[in-house]
T-cell receptor, first 114, second 116 residues
Framework: AQSVAQPEDQVNVAEGNPLTVKCTYS??????LFWYVQYPNRGLQFLLK??????LVKGSYGFEAEFNKSQTSFHLKKPSALVSDSALYFC????????????FGTGTRLLVSP | DAGVIQSPRHEVTEMGQEVTLRCKPI?????LFWYRQTMMRGLELLIY????????DSGMPEDRFSAKMPNASFSTLKIQPSEPRDSAVYFC??????????????FGPGTRLTVT
């Protein structure tokens, strides 16, 4: 069965510091990987994806993520955090063959302090 | 495009009443998903459609829940009768055909349901 783990319920970082939100996955075969962000009282918003090619993918709002096949990880990163980045972040994965349902992690709350 | 549209945004109803949630997917998207989000259970996939046909409803919690997609631009999720434990935020999402190379799902703003 496919699964996604986000080991941290919450990540705290000071504004201007780099941030990392961790994600590991278990998918048979090669994965498609995604990050979504959810602001209060809003739907999930797509941030970035890894489909194939370069292991470092760049997305919206200065976020990037690195696909590491050997560690089955897809950590979300940003070089300099903003207070406005404070939100709930979801990692998701699916197999890259046919159509597969997305499996979501439990979410990580990011709090950026001024 | 306006994105995925859901209505109503908030719904408060009494136990035992019928509740109908509505969704309009992004034009051209042929996959439609219904999710439920609660603090206790996180984000759960309830059902998804492809070309208006239900493909997997294994996440529907029980027979009180039903979903339809009568055409490519409209879907409903119905709860009858509603119970307090159905209180949650219900999201609709859509995605384009895989051949278009997008793969990601686009979410609506959600309907916050409160059953008293």
């Amino acid at each position: 069965a496919q699964s996604v783990a986000q080991p941290e319920d919450q990540v705290n970082v000071a504004e201007g510091n780099p941030l990392t939100v961790k994600c590991t996955y278990s998918v048979s075969g090669n994965p498609y990987l995604f990050w979504y962000v959810q602001y209060p009282n809003r739907g999930l918003q797509f941030l970035l994806k890894y489909i194939t090619g370069d292991n470092l993918v760049k997305g919206s709002y200065g976020f990037e993520a690195e696909f590491n096949k050997s560690q089955t990880s897809f950590h979300l990163k940003k070089p300099s955090a903003l207070v406005s980045d404070s939100a709930l972040y979801f990692c998701a994965a699916r197999r890259n063959t046919g159509f597969q349902k997305l499996v979501f992690g439990t979410g990580t709350r990011l709090l950026v302090s001024p | 495009d306006a994105g995925v549209i859901q209505s109503p945004r908030h719904e408060v109803t009494e136990m035992g009443q019928e509740v109908t949630l509505r969704c309009k997917p992004i034009s051209g998207h042929d996959y439609l998903f219904w999710y439920r989000q609660t603090m206790m259970r996180g984000l759960e996939l309830l059902i998804y459609f492809n070309n208006n046909v239900p493909i997997d409803d294994s996440g529907m919690p029980e027979d009180r829940f039903s979903a339809k997609m009568p055409n490519a631009s409209f879907s409903t999720l119905k709860i009858q009768p509603s119970e307090p434990r159905d209180s949650a935020v219900y999201f609709c999402a859509s995605s384009p055909p895989p051949g278009q190379g997008a793969y990601e799902q686009y979410f609506g703003p959600g309907t916050r349901l409160t059953v008293t």
